[in-house]
């Protein structure tokens, strides 16, 4: 990198990083540090949302999904909005009602302190295994720029990402990534841009080949359930897999409690879901530029193809700014993972245990401590991933694991809001069967069912086998 690319990374970083930090001032408890005081505006969180569930692999790795192959990843999309107004709909109102702190403190109220922390601890291990894939993905264009080995890149983008998620907590994690957000389309719209000067005919060539080619395709009207990218997986998959992400998992669900009233959550949740398609559309056209500019030549893994482009074939400065995109992207992600699991930890597994339910400045202290302890743990895990993982595309890793357990978590609300019968104990059977089996057909029969439809098998059994062994009866929360 020349110097010019170096004083935009660099700006960025040191900037970002000290803004962050003081967005935190004037913290006094818990409710400060993960909930912003309940008072961030709904765009804001529109934003911080679509950055955290998209992040490096939006950056990465879906412009190598159309380089391979075509636009039926959209698909998903559709999916993914009619998801979030379900969500709205159903699962927002209650969060609302009881002034909660966690998602699954909802659950403590109908089934009792063990089922939260039976489905608290599924979330956090969901989400050290998922997004240590997502810190990995990053690690692989700073290693690129500056030829460190991968362990010393997500070292540095883990320490970087720490500071400011420690000191500023959960409104910093959110305006950061409103920020980041932008940045990293901004980042994308360039690189689109460079392609309509680097490519003979511009764009319109680049149309024009990908038509011939047939990677225009959007829509795949197939019936198997063992293709990823179909109508039917996309509409249905895609639904049942926003429901799990954004109705169950505690990442998403922090962010949407920080809204001023259920009417703000509303928008920035349906909000979300619009931006989106409109930003998944925009990194598979990349993919389709960067296919014609290099030919469609193969390489050593699809998620190397647009960083290697930013490295090699950018103008001085813009490669600085899409570097800083990528960076942004990881950040974003990682900065949201840490507080969310902060949170979670803190409010569910801690704060019941040291009767300190009621201790704001206690645990803001404690709330403290476990960001530090997830921002490690979550560094080992990319690391651990370096060693196992080289290869994949990391988008489809991610969203695979996470839809491992998004069933048996959006089971369980579902047993809790319409059930009666359903107790306890046969919740967290109902949730060992189904994370059971779906896992099981991932290990062993992915060909003949792909992971889209994981969540939607996943919460359908954990609710069946759920309301079958129930013994009815309602489970008064424990204090």
């Avoid at 196992?388 to 695979?400: D, Q, R």
């Avoid at 107790?423 to 059971?436: E, W, Y």
Wanted: proline share 3%.
């Amino acid at each position: 990198m020349n110097a010019l690319d170096l004083a935009v990374l660099l700006a960025y970083l040191l900037g970002v990083t000290a803004w962050g930090a003081w967005l935190g001032r004037g913290q006094t408890g818990g409710r400060d540090y993960f909930l912003g005081s309940r008072n961030l505006p709904w765009w804001a969180v529109m934003l911080s949302v679509v950055a955290t569930e998209t992040s490096t692999l939006t950056f990465l790795s879906i412009p190598g999904v159309s380089y391979l192959g075509t636009l039926t990843f959209l698909q998903l999309t559709l999916g993914y909005l009619v998801g979030r107004v379900v969500v709205a709909g159903v699962l927002l109102p209650a969060y609302h009602r009881g002034e909660l702190a966690t998602a699954y403190e909802l659950l403590e109220s109908r089934f009792g302190t063990g089922t939260r922390r039976l489905t608290s601890t599924v979330f956090m291990g969901t989400r050290l295994l998922a997004d240590s894939v997502r810190l990995f993905a990053t690690a692989i264009p700073l290693a690129f720029l500056t030829g460190w080995s991968y362990p010393v890149s997500v070292a540095v983008i883990g320490a970087l990402t720490v500071v400011y998620t420690y000191f500023g907590g959960i409104k910093a994690v959110v305006w950061v990534d409103a920020v980041q957000m932008v940045l990293y389309l901004v980042g994308a719209v360039a690189a689109a841009a460079a392609l309509q000067g680097l490519v003979p005919g511009g764009w319109g060539a680049i149309v024009d080949q990908a038509a011939a080619a047939g990677k225009l395709q959007v829509v795949d009207l197939s019936f198997d359930p063992g293709t990823a990218y179909t109508l039917w997986a996309g509409i249905v998959g895609g639904a049942f897999l926003s429901m799990g992400s954004h109705g169950a998992d505690q990442l998403i669900v922090q962010r949407l409690l920080t809204c001023r009233d259920l009417s703000s959550s509303r928008r920035a949740l349906v909000g979300s879901g619009v931006l989106v398609m409109v930003q998944f559309a925009v990194f598979l056209f990349v993919g389709l530029g960067l296919w014609a500019f290099y030919g469609g030549r193969p390489f050593d893994a699809s998620d190397e193809i647009f960083a290697r482009f930013i490295v090699e074939e950018l103008p001085a400065g813009l490669t600085g700014l899409l570097v800083a995109g990528v960076l942004a992207a990881a950040m974003s992600s990682l900065s949201s993972s840490i507080n969310a699991l902060a949170s979670a930890t803190a409010y569910d597994l801690w704060a019941p245990l040291a009767d300190a339910r009621d201790d704001d400045a206690r645990i803001l202290r404690v709330g403290r401590l476990f960001t530090l302890l997830w921002a490690a743990l979550l560094v080992g895990g990319a690391l651990i991933f370096l060693r196992i993982g080289e290869g994949a595309a990391a988008v489809e890793v991610a969203l695979g694991v996470a839809s491992l357990v998004y069933g048996g978590l959006l089971g369980a609300f579902a047993l809790g809001i319409f059930s009666r019968r359903a107790d306890a104990r046969s919740v967290a059977v109902g949730m060992l069967v189904g994370i059971g089996v779906v896992t099981w057909i991932w290990a062993a029969h992915r060909a003949v069912l792909a992971w889209p439809w994981y969540v939607l098998v996943g919460s359908v059994l954990t609710s069946v086998v759920g309301y079958a062994l129930g013994r009815g009866g309602r489970t008064a929360p424990t204090r």
